[in-house]
């Protein structure tokens, strides 16, 4: 959930103000890495440290043929993730899955964004809708418990909007999880907000404020804090350094990370 505010404010980078719809086939290729590392006791009297790798292939076309839009955009998205947990599961309840370290493949995330820039002249948002599927890749076997065995399903809509050097962020989605593993796992609806603000051409700072509904009945609704930036390293590489802080007893205590973005341009 966190990172698609922050893709999204760097998507309001993206040139797709052009006059005239591009070749349908023209657009980006982009291959993106990262570390992402939380700790927490998200309720309980162990920590648990979560290490977080993923590796994601999109193309973003620059226009997507089946609208009449000049300005819209539309990206496929696979990501594959390296995940390493050390520390207590409390998945099922109150009973302690997994107790000491594991790693491994994580849940493979296939997703699928529209985005819509407004005219110029206009004074409404970009809007970006997106819709992704989990799918259960990884062990839920009771000595790793790196996932929970089941699909789920994420719709989501961003909003942001470019004010001279501050872009304000909002998201609101809904989760459907399956729960075929005796896991208790809810459907939960999650939202960010927030804003970025450009400190010079190549960089910019944003801080994001995120809320989810309890996802299973053993836990509660989680808030959190992302401070980040975003450094445009050359044209086609660019990075984003952020922390976690977490505020409810179910999120993190605490994070941080990185990603890396590689964009090859198709013309």
Known sequence: MRFAPILASLL???AASAQEAPAWWAGELSLSTGV???AGDYGENERTNTLFVPLSVAYLFDHFPLTEFPNDLFELRLTVPYVSLDGPAFETGTDVVRDGAADGLGDVMLAASYIV???RDLPLPA???SARIKFPTASNSESELLGTGDYAYTLQADFFQRWGR???LASIGYRIAESEHDFRLRNALFTS????VELTRSLSMGLLYDW???TSAASEATHQLFPYFAVKLREDLRLMPYAVAGLSTHA???GSGVQLRYVIPVR
Do not use: C, H, L, N
């Not at 907000?193 to 970025?196: E, L, Q």
């Open 193 to 196: 907000v927030g804003g970025s």
């Open 117 to 119: 820039f407004p005219e």
């Open 212 to 214: 989810s509904q309890q």
């Open 127 to 129: 809007v970006e809708i």
């Open 166 to 168: 501050v872009t304000p």
């Open 36 to 38: 992402d590392y939380t």
């Open 12 to 14: 309001a980078t993206v």
């Open 252 to 254: 993190p205590a605490w």
